[in-house]
């Protein structure tokens, strides 16, 4: 990296230019439509396009990063007393906060001034003494923990969701219990307290939920690097950023995040950070060495903590950590978002509308019943008491309050198991996301690769050798002038750097700071013999380090050891450029030959020398990376930024190749059976890479990404489509999963059969320009894809074009061209070794291998299903069975059979513990042999399940509870189910011969009769509906396949429930309850069977006529 000696400063002309045109565009702390702040000047071009390339189309809400409502990019200090008070309170800073940054005047001294006021030197950093002690005095460099508004998580957990329809059930028992009673009902005060503790147990296992799945995804946060170079001892070492103090020298890359507030003391000249986690806006801010500005937050040559370093590299001192930081200052300064809710959230929060709006109307069919045509009809049966018992008895029958607690206990344990799967999840929705996804478009190097680089073989235009035979004759003392060339190239035209801490190592087993290509390149050359004098003889005045859009890397060099003046006294300097073939070799003109160890010129005989070349080694896989020189007289300052303008608009032209490197990656171990994997799960896995074609296709059949020894199709084959005419005949089917296409009306389209589109295609970045939209239509039909020599931009329009098809798209990728992509996904995977940048700009980050997608997609489908199954379970008896008593009791007038305390039981305790039990089923088949869901059509409960709970499973139980019933009642009492029916005020003293008191025993047995038949019918239910296809003798709880011991648990603690209810004389006073006969505990148990047996026969004739009608509606 240059040091500061290298750049000259501008003139004073060009210092006022910079400083006019900054304050004309004052950058302030709301949107603005002018792009001023990041334009050139007038005739000067872009240094690289990759300073657009990592744009993003949308704006990030990371969890760690500041809310969107309170981003800013810097202030105006000079102007903020004359804001207007109409703007948003929320996107201003404390006046404290004004303050305090208007102080510092870290961008306006001279590097030596602030090395000297830190104590600290840009070559040896501070000495780790100072360092500790420092860290002891200022603390951490961590963002102050933004406290919970606990009063308001409290009120929503006591308030929201079914809890506010509950608080009304208290205040109508409250009221039932006085004035309305006299004398006042104590069994009303009983239910209102009850009530009241069903509330508080939600909130609490909400509030517990909450804590619990906080804490497991902040020890996985844990786990997340958080590293910088850092100078320390006169040693540049790899540090926890957390340790970073005031006067540490950092090194910062294209990729980083920048770990503290820095001043820039040198930078590659075309250094630029992305500032949106701060700003909101997409404009990225060109670093500087100068001061540009009079404000500390508007100056570029302060590198702000949090920013992401999207081109180039530099070195700077820390002056800000932790809170004192400006991303710490905002953190303190601003509220907590309310977060947006999550996919889950939002089908539960549907569900819940579906039932309140059903209770309500409910409740009001029953009070307008009783108003029009109870009280009048029948005016001593059902007094203003007993009528709001009734409505409140529909409320609690038809909401289920264990739904909560069930939802609660989910998330908990889909939070641990993503711990134990080394899978970090942003939220908890990603991975329920994943379980829609049906595009995956992976990245290459770092990703489906080890990214663990070597050289694995050498060449020249005429000639390849072996790694072995280069290295031999690179070390001799007479090798050629070629040779020696090569190993100059390969070590000056580098950025990495052995790690001091293992540089006693063999070089082999020595740990290397710097990308992995170059990491390659440079073990290569320091295996052949060191290159520290070389370095030192030929040191470095400019670079334009390598990004993905212009793909090579540029140094130049002084080849003498004087200081080198910044007005060009030595006529020539020599250039090192290294990259991809096919963008470097347009501008080569001649190339050293090791035939004649001359330069000879690149004639049309070369070039196809070259390219065959290209593609021996293309074809086994190997990355090809070019080595070019050229001599150049510059005509600008050597460093300013019209150098640079220079250098890339005339210095690569004339180039002389040297030579070639053959760079083998090896996949990642795991990656074949993750594509596959994936592919049976419905998941169409696309390669979307920066690289070689050629070597792309040879990693995708490595790795399973193509199959078939057939080509794929290229560009020429979607334009014969196009031309065909047809492709309006392309459909999507809409019971099949997404990869699934097919042509209508056509046999074949030129020499394509039929089935063409489910095979392979390969286009290059080139050929995606060209592409139109009726082209993509085809694109976007292939089984397998790859896509090579793609720029960020590219890859970009190649996740919205799936988009728009309606696909859900996950994007893989590591790197910083993979940032926009992954944004723009609806889930970013990033692997945990992947750059800072890539990483802020996922959904979710793998910590361990690459495999923990597939746990990822099949949890998220996992989670979903078992979602269901509790839902499907809770519906029958804690909402079907328990109203159609109520609405006996209103409209045919029979005894209520069911109390709304025994109501409450079946709802909260004793369906609860049965339900925690699906929480924990395991996939009833494989999950991945699924397709994706449909997340628009697909909901959490749809019409098949209301079917499954209320129309099948829920009618069983009502017809059979109420059988019980009247089977008391007839057997115990003598009287019949006929004289029960349209009986109203009738069931009073003297009915049937019995007192009053009497009557009322018969009844409350009756009902803890109904009670314990739905508890012991719930057992039948929880064993069928673990179990959407199987049967129960092919995966009962017990055996291991299928094992789940939480089944039968959940069923003993259910019935333990309806025995203390049932025979606690204390409950028994209060609430009403009675103990109940023997025989009428053990009847159930066979109607339970017969439950049972009547969901068995449905999932047979499911099996055996899959396309049958019962299959169709089969939930």
């Known amino acids: 990296m240059a040091g500061p000696d290298y750049y000259a400063p501008k003139d004073a002309d060009a210092d006022q230019e910079m400083e006019s045109d900054e304050k004309q565009a004052r950058i302030r702390f709301h949107d603005r439509s002018d792009d001023v702040a990041t334009q050139t000047g007038p005739g000067r071009q872009k240094r690289t396009m990759s300073r657009d390339s990592i744009r993003r189309r949308s704006m990030s809400a990371a969890n760690t990063g500041i809310p969107l409502e309170f981003r800013t990019l810097s202030i105006g200090l000079s102007e903020s007393k004359q804001m207007s008070h109409d703007d948003d309170k929320k996107e201003k800073l404390k006046s404290e906060e004004l303050d305090y940054f208007a ?36 603390g951490t460099n961590t963002l102050p923990k933004v406290r919970d508004q606990f009063w308001r998580k409290i009120f929503w957990y006591i308030f929201g969701g079914f809890c506010s329809v509950l608080w009304f059930g208290v205040i109508v028992f409250f009221l039932c219990w006085q004035p309305l009673s006299s004398p006042p009902s104590i069994p009303n005060l009983a239910m209102a307290i009850m009530v009241i503790i069903v509330i508080l147990l939600q909130a609490s296992f909400s509030a517990f939920q909450d804590w619990s799945t906080r804490r497991v995804m902040n020890s996985i946060l844990d786990l997340l690097p958080a590293e910088a170079i850092v100078v320390r001892d006169g ?49 990225e801010i060109e670093g500087s060495v100068n001061c540009t500005n009079d404000s500390f937050l508007e100056s570029r040559n302060i590198a702000l903590m949090g920013t992401l370093v999207t081109n180039g590299n530099g070195t700077g001192v820390v002056v800000l950590t932790g809170g004192n930081s400006v991303m710490g200052r905002i953190a303190k300064a601003t509220s907590a978002i309310k977060a947006k809710p999550t996919l889950i959230q939002q089908e539960i929060s549907r569900f819940i509308r579906i039932i309140v709006c059903l209770t309500v109307c409910l409740a009001l069919l029953i009070l307008l019943a009783w108003v029009g045509w109870v009280r009048i009809k029948h005016p001593g049966y059902m007094t203003v008491v007993a009528m709001l018992n009734n409505v409140m008895g529909t409320i609690v029958a038809f909401i289920p309050e264990g739904l909560p607690i069930g939802v609660a206990l989910t998330l908990m344990m889909v939070a641990n198991r993503m711990k134990a799967a080394n899978i970090l999840p942003k939220g908890l929705a990603t991975v329920e996301t994943l379980g829609c996804v049906n595009v995956l478009c992976s990245d290459k190097t770092g990703t489906l690769t080890e990214n663990k680089m070597v050289v694995s073989s050498t060449s020249f235009v005429d000639k390849q050798y072996s790694v072995e035979e280069t290295l031999d004759i690179m070390r001799r003392p007479d090798a050629p002038e070629i040779f020696s060339e090569y190993h100059k190239a390969a070590l000056l035209c580098n950025d990495s750097a052995f790690d001091p801490l293992t540089i006693n190592l063999p070089i082999a087993k020595r740990e290397i700071h710097g990308n992995a290509t170059d990491a390659a390149v440079f073990r290569f050359a320091e295996t052949a013999k060191s290159g520290e004098t070389l370095r030192a003889s030929n040191p470095r005045v400019f670079q334009i380090p390598f990004n993905s859009k212009n793909k090579w890397m540029l140094t130049m060099h002084s080849s003498n050891n004087s200081n080198q003046s910044t007005e060009v006294k030595t006529p020539e300097y020599v250039v090192y450029v290294k990259g991809a073939p096919d963008i470097l070799l347009p501008k080569c003109s001649t190339y050293f030959s090791v035939d004649t160890n001359n330069v000879e010129p690149l004639d049309e005989k070369s070039k196809k020398l070259f390219s065959a070349l290209q593609e021996r080694l293309a074809q086994k896989a190997e990355r090809v990376i070019i080595l070019c020189q050229r001599l150049y007289t510059p005509k600008e300052i050597v460093g300013s930024n019209y150098f640079g303008d220079e250098i890339t608009r005339e210095c690569l032209q004339d180039l002389t190749i040297i030579g070639v490197f053959g760079i083998m990656d090896p996949p990642r171990p795991e990656t074949a059976h993750t594509v596959e994997c994936c592919r049976r799960a419905g998941i169409r896995f696309f390669m979307v890479t920066g690289d070689f074609g050629t070597t792309a296709v040879a990693v995708a059949r490595q790795v399973g990404i193509i199959t078939g020894e057939v080509e794929p199709h290229q560009y020429e084959d979607i334009v014969k489509i196009r031309n065909s005419k047809i492709t309006g005949d392309l459909v999507k089917l809409d019971d099949k999963p997404e990869s699934k296409r097919c042509w209508k009306s056509k046999a074949s389209v030129g020499n394509l059969p039929l089935d063409a589109f489910q095979g392979s295609l390969v286009l290059d970045g080139a050929s995606l320009s060209k592409l139109t939209a009726e082209d993509w239509e085809v694109v976007c039909s292939y089984r397998e894809i790859v ?63 690459f495999d923990s997608i597939v746990d990822a997609v099949r949890l998220g489908r996992l989670v979903f299903q078992n979602l269901q199954k509790m839902i499907s379970y809770l519906l029958p008896a804690g909402s079907w069975s328990e109203i159609w008593p109520v609405l006996l009791n209103v409209f045919v ?30 996939e009833e088949f494989d999950l991945l042999s699924l397709p994706p869901r449909n997340h628009k059509r697909d909901h959490l409960i749809n019409l098949k399940i209301y079917a499954q709970s209320y129309l099948f499973i829920g009618v069983m139980e009502t017809v059979m509870a109420h059988a019980m019933f009247f089977l008391y009642m007839y057997q115990e009492a003598g009287i019949p189910m006929r004289s029960l029916l349209k009986l109203f005020e009738g069931y009073t003293e003297g009915f049937y011969g019995y007192t009053q008191a ?89 109607l339970a069977t017969a439950l049972l047996t009547m969901d068995e026969i449905r999932k047979l004739l499911v099996r055996l006529f899959p396309k049958g009608p019962v299959a169709r509606i089969a939930w």
């Not at 799936?802 to 990728?813: D, L, M, Q, S």
């Open 235 to 283: 040693q540049p070492k790899k540090m926890p950023a957390a340790e970073l103090v005031a006067g540490d020298i950092v090194q910062i890359s294209i990729g980083n995040k920048v770990p503290a507030d820095l001043r820039l003391l040198s930078t590659s000249g075309d250094v630029r950070f992305d500032r949106s986690v701060l700003t909101g806006e997409p404009d």
């Open 998 to 1086: 009497e009557l009322t025993h018969f009844n409350n047995v009756g009902q803890c009769v109904y009670f314990v038949t739905l508890v012991i019918l719930q057992w039948g239910n929880l064993l069928s509906i673990r179990n959407k296809r199987l049967s129960i003798t092919q995966a009962d709880p017990i055996r291991k396949a299928h094992r789940n011991l939480w089944i039968p648990c959940g069923a003993l603690v259910a019935f333990c429930i309806a025995i203390f209810v049932t025979e606690t004389p204390a409950i028994q006073d209060v609430f009403g309850t009675a103990a109940v006969p023997i025989k009428h505990w053990l009847i159930p148990l066979g």
């Open 893 to 922: 007038g029979v005894p209520l059979p069911l109390s709304s305390f025994l109501m409450i039981i079946i709802c909260v305790f004793t369906d609860v513990f049965s339900s925690m039990a699906l929480i924990m089923e395991q």
């Open 103 to 138: 102080g510092l005047n870290f961008h306006s001294l001279a590097p030596d001034q602030i090395l000297k006021t830190l104590n600290t030197s840009e070559k040896h950093g501070l000495d780790a003494t100072t360092a500790a002690a420092s860290l002891e005095r200022d």
């Open 787 to 849: 896509f090579a020599r793609t720029t960020p931009e590219q890859k970009l329009r190649i996740v919205n074009e799936f988009k728009n098809r309606e696909n859900v798209v996950a994007v893989t990728g590591d790197g910083v061209n993979d940032a926009p992509a992954l944004r723009a996904a609806h889930v970013g995977v990033a692997v945990v070794s992947g750059s800072d940048v890539a990483i802020e700009a996922a959904d979710l980050v793998l910590l361990d291998k």
